[in-house]
DNA sequence: CTGAAAGCGCTTACAG
DNA sequence: CTGAAAGCGCTTACAG
């Protein structure tokens, strides 16, 4: 292994000035900065980043914590957030929890905390806000990403937090089947963790008018096509069956277009579906799915960058404040006007 | 921080002692051992783990590269590996290249190079062959995991690898089928990757005395619904419509199933289904998808045993053994007899 | 602009 | 069984 000794003998110089040449730092003459590099070159001559990492205090390399890969929603944002990190000379460390649960929690925690990583992007369904408050006072920086709606206000301002303003996605699903002329909306939706998608769904129902009975409101344990696919099932058995269907996650709408169509219902001439979340299936499956897009990318890029600004104590402690992504609409071929005989 | 040093300190030893009791080697006396831990538990003591790698020369560090985290596949698998890592007291680095094209190739060979990561699991798709070898010869233990068919067989002597059998996948989709009574038969599939699977059909039918006419293989570039969709559609088109397909991919059979539909037929009864690789949507869907399952958690685990083998020199240079783990068939509800007017 | 030296927090032979 | 010491490969004030 060739060593940062090895280059400064090869330059006649001391292994300061090499480090003062690959970093960029402290004034070097040209002569021997080029003769410094002329070394690295022939030796080809890498860092060895533990050492740097242990010298400097800081490694470079973050871990992202979710509750598992098996849903496209994070498998698909773990990509990203890769991708953004590596740009920015960060490696991820992937953390999945969910098979994990039987091993003594916090075990993870520890050693996550054990120096190797500088900071830790944490979705909801993972650790408690206890556990990351304790990471935070082990010196690791500590992002909330996703979800955390639940717990509680006063705890949650102790973190840096970005999330999708999800009461907002909605309001655009809602908006969009009032425009089509929907008055006889449903709803399938993952409780309790998509209570801000159903208020902002019911909110936007009200301001035209449109109120929610209770029964056609089904709840699913899990986002999956299998759970939509019940819930539907539920929803097309009512006395009044809804002209328009709002799944509070794309896994969900795609069970719900599945069981629609096994009953020998068509989208969207009888019924109408919104998902949320525009993964990479919605706009596979047949007829496309019409959903609120929650945009991953952004979210990934500012959970970064205020990952990066507490790793570097930029920000002032205690004052954390929380950023909320807007949704859009994507409107593809599974929704329409509702049909004229209803 | 508290270190080694305060340990020591307080448990009245050097630190030699305390990093023993920590390591469980070299012989401590119960007494001073007790003490140790006793100071540990009191200072809250948590081993540096960039420091430890330093020392060590290992860092506990795997690097898991995939082409992409976009496909169920990959992402189940990633998941399984890190949890099997995990078991091990490894973590794992997340290295997707997929949307890394564009920068400079081997950019992120030469970061992962520098002694951070201990080993590298290497998915095809991803880097060369010839940049897997640069990186041994830097140091870095590497195992093949999946796919590499297409490369040189004498290249890919130089490392450790493990795959599923996807001949005998191939075979055992035949063989299904043929049991089930059908002689036309049709396949959808990603080419150039999957031409094993193709193979193996092939061979399965030919057992049975059944050809495989050139005009009922579809080829598709990439593993997604919408093009299994597509090639099913030219399939239906057919003078001779095939009454059974196999998909080379779930995600290529859960198109064929959306189409079937599509065109007013059913499955099993107009047309039988069998997928290949059994990913969480195969059993979702309806009718939940019969498949051929690639038990993943086998190869995660194989392939993290043979990198550790690697890791610790215990594999003999140049005599890499390659493993195949074998695929079996999970029967659901998308094939059956074909129907008896054809 | 360059060098000599201490330090980051561990582990590992080697004495005793 | 325990201690004294060197070493892992960098970075970072601090002199000069």
């Not at 709606?149 to 969009?176: C, M, N, R, Y």
């Not at 795609?254 to 990479?280: F, K, M, Q």
């Not at 499956?285 to 600004?309: C, D, N, R, Y």
Request: with cysteine; proline share 5%.
């Amino acid at each position: 292994m060739v060593t940062l000794v090895d280059v400064a003998r090869l330059a006649m110089v001391t292994t300061a000035t090499v480090s003062n040449v690959i970093n960029g730092k402290g004034a070097v003459s040209e002569k021997t900065r080029k003769r410094v590099e002329a070394a690295i070159q022939e030796l080809g001559y890498r860092p060895n980043l533990v050492a740097r990492g242990l010298a400097r205090g800081r490694t470079n390399m973050l871990a992202l914590v979710l509750h598992t890969l098996s849903n496209p929603f994070y498998s698909e944002f773990a990509e990203e957030v890769e991708l953004i990190a590596w740009k920015r000379g960060y490696h991820v460390l992937l953390c999945t929890t969910l098979q994990k649960e039987l091993t003594i929690p916090g075990h993870m925690l520890e050693r996550l905390s054990s120096r190797l990583i500088d900071g830790l992007l944490l979705t909801s369904g993972t650790f408690s806000l206890k556990e990351a408050q304790q990471a935070m006072e082990r010196g690791l920086a500590v992002v909330l990403y996703m979800d955390w709606e639940g717990a509680d206000p006063e705890q949650i301002k102790q973190f840096p937090a970005v999330d999708f303003d999800l009461f907002s996605a909605g309001e655009l699903a809602a908006a969009h089947l009032v425009e089509l002329g929907h008055r006889r909306c449903a709803v399938i939706l993952e409780m309790p963790n998509h209570l801000r998608r159903l208020n902002g769904f019911r909110a936007g129902l009200a301001s035209a008018g449109i109120e929610l009975d209770a029964d056609s409101i089904q709840h699913c344990s899990k986002d999956t096509i299998q759970q939509g696919y019940q819930a539907t099932t539920a929803l097309l058995a009512l006395p009044r069956r809804p002209t328009a269907i709002f799944a509070s996650n794309d896994m969900l709408a795609i069970g719900a277009l599945h069981a629609i169509t096994d009953h020998e219902l068509r989208v969207p001439d009888d019924i109408s579906i919104v998902g949320l979340d525009d993964n990479l299936m919605a706009s596979q499956v047949s007829p496309a799915l019409t959903t609120i897009a929650l945009p991953k990318h952004e979210l990934a890029h500012i959970g970064i960058e205020m990952l990066q600004q507490a790793i570097e104590g930029e920000e002032p402690v205690g004052v954390h404040h929380h950023r909320l992504v807007q949704p859009h609409l994507v409107v593809r071929r599974s929704t329409a006007p509702p049909p004229p005989d209803v």
